[in-house]
């Protein structure tokens, strides 16, 4: 199952549910499928979760009922749609023969399979179908005596992506994959650590950034005191996700110790300075591509406008139309402002083409608005790979990039012409190298290597 996420944590705060709510709620955009919240007050656990969106999940007196000193929180979307089960609800809580835990994931494993396969024929019974369950599995079953060590042995076994919250009814602990896939920050809020996928958590409810959980760090909090511990490494070589900052982290978020907006804006320079076009106007397609065709628009000198307008409240409730009315396709979600578009040469400014139908819809919808030409500009380079870390992606064959060539993706789209912005121009741009981050979706060079069950358990969801 692909699942991408939010996670939010808070140790030692007699506030800890109703600030794991506002933390969750800054991080909504990282999934808005389901919620959870548990805390713990030392002795006992509680928790909520549910479908819905954060304000929808914690309604009424549910956050006053989540009494306690330290919280975890998770928001999630998954691509399992309607087989999906609330076991697979997040923070998972379970009870074991040590006591609570509680566990929040944000990532996908690669050996989640082999690992849970093994589990089952150990006797281990799963609840859902989560990766996630199989962390809580492994510290379970390890044969070490304490928590820390049963935590270390199986996070040992553990390949692919997780930045990972895990609360007991004494500690707080936070972990990043020694890959560094998936972003992990702490804060502090009077005196209390927090720690959250997206620093914007910390804005909202006035922490300050301290610092990134570095790849491969366990940070324990017991008793006030904060340890950190390493889990062994394979190579030096960081793996953190490169298109967190084209398309999916908050623009007014801190990653991987960058400013998202200022990388998302400099992808736009370096798209201007790669791909020069002569034209009117430059517009973005909301939201991620705004910040790159601010960028554009100030490289290239032509006038920035908001010729396309998003409506923000299409869910994946929506009820599409039967066949026999109209396509109303894309213009559910965009709708074109004629007076900024008609009679110009128009830069459109978007992160990114997955299977080039959107991208047809967008390049018609302009036309029809009035546009003389329309020139494609896309802040990163081709997608050419599906990736199995955390993000969703079709497969490799449902990429328009992986099977066709620049001018093919351009007549398909039907634009007057299109230009991607380099990979080198990419890391570049991020401040970082291949050292530092992964690009398997652009180059086809996963970090870890891809089980042949996880491939074909993709192309069947
Ligand atoms: S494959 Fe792409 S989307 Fe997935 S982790 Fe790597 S860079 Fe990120």
Not at 52 to 59: A, E, T
Not at 108 to 115: C, E, G, K, R, T
Not at 325 to 345: Q, S, T
Request: proline share 5%; aromatic share 8%.
């Amino acid at each position: 199952m692909k699942e991408y996420c939010g996670i939010f944590g808070i140790y030692n705060n007699p506030n800890a549910a109703y600030y794991t709510y506002l933390g969750l709620y800054a991080l909504q955009h990282r999934g808005q499928e389901s919620a959870g919240i548990a805390t713990t007050d030392g002795k006992k656990m509680r928790y909520y979760k549910d479908f819905g969106l954060v304000s929808s999940v914690f309604k009424g007196e549910i956050l006053k009922n989540l009494k306690g000193y330290v919280a975890v929180g998770h928001n999630r979307y998954s691509t399992s749609g309607a087989s999906d089960s609330i076991d697979n609800v997040q923070p998972i809580v379970v009870s074991y023969k040590h006591g609570q835990m509680a566990i929040a994931h944000n990532g996908n494993l690669v050996n989640a399979l082999n690992l849970r396969e093994k589990l089952e024929e150990e006797g281990s019974i799963f609840r859902g179908t989560s990766d996630s369950e199989v962390i809580v599995h492994l510290i379970v079953k390890s044969k070490k005596k304490k928590f820390l060590e049963k935590l270390m042995d199986a996070l040992a076994k553990l390949e692919g992506a997780y930045s990972l919250l895990v609360m007991t009814n004494k500690k707080l602990i936070a972990i990043r994959d020694p890959w560094g896939f998936r972003p992990l920050s702490m804060g502090e809020l009077d005196g209390s650590p927090v720690f959250a996928s997206e620093t914007c958590a910390f804005d909202l409810i006035g922490a300050k950034y301290i610092r990134d959980i570095e790849p491969g760090e366990v940070l324990l909090i017991e008793n006030g005191e904060i340890k950190s511990y390493q889990i062994p490494k394979k190579s030096s070589k960081k793996s953190q996700c490169i298109f967190e900052f084209v398309y999916f982290a908050r623009p007014d978020s801190k990653i991987f110790k960058r400013s998202v907006y200022e990388v998302r804006k400099e992808f736009g320079k370096r798209l201007a300075r790669e791909n020069p076009v002569e034209a009117d106007v430059v517009i973005p397609v909301p939201d991620s591509g705004v910040v790159p065709a601010l960028g554009y628009s100030q490289e290239s000198k032509i006038p920035f406008e908001m010729g396309l307008i998003r409506n923000h409240y299409v869910g994946r409730t929506f009820i599409k139309p039967q066949q026999q009315m109209r396509d109303i396709g894309v213009k559910v979600k965009l709708n074109p402002i004629p007076e900024v578009i008609r009679g110009k040469r128009v830069v459109v400014i978007d992160d990114s083409i997955v299977r080039g139908t959107t991208s047809k819809k967008i390049v018609r919808m302009i036309r029809e608005a009035g546009a003389k030409e329309v020139h494609m500009r896309i802040s990163s380079p081709p997608t050419k790979w599906p990736c199995y870390f955390g993000i969703d992606t079709p497969t490799k064959e449902q990429l328009i990039a992986s099977s066709s060539s620049l001018d093919e993706i351009c007549k398909h789209i039907e634009a007057d012409s299109l230009g991607y912005l380099s990979l080198e121009g990419m890391l570049e741009a991020a401040g970082g190298s291949k050292e530092e981050f992964c690009t398997a979706c652009f180059d086809g060079d996963y970090p870890v290597e891809i089980p042949e069950g996880i491939i074909k358990q993709a192309k069947k969801e």
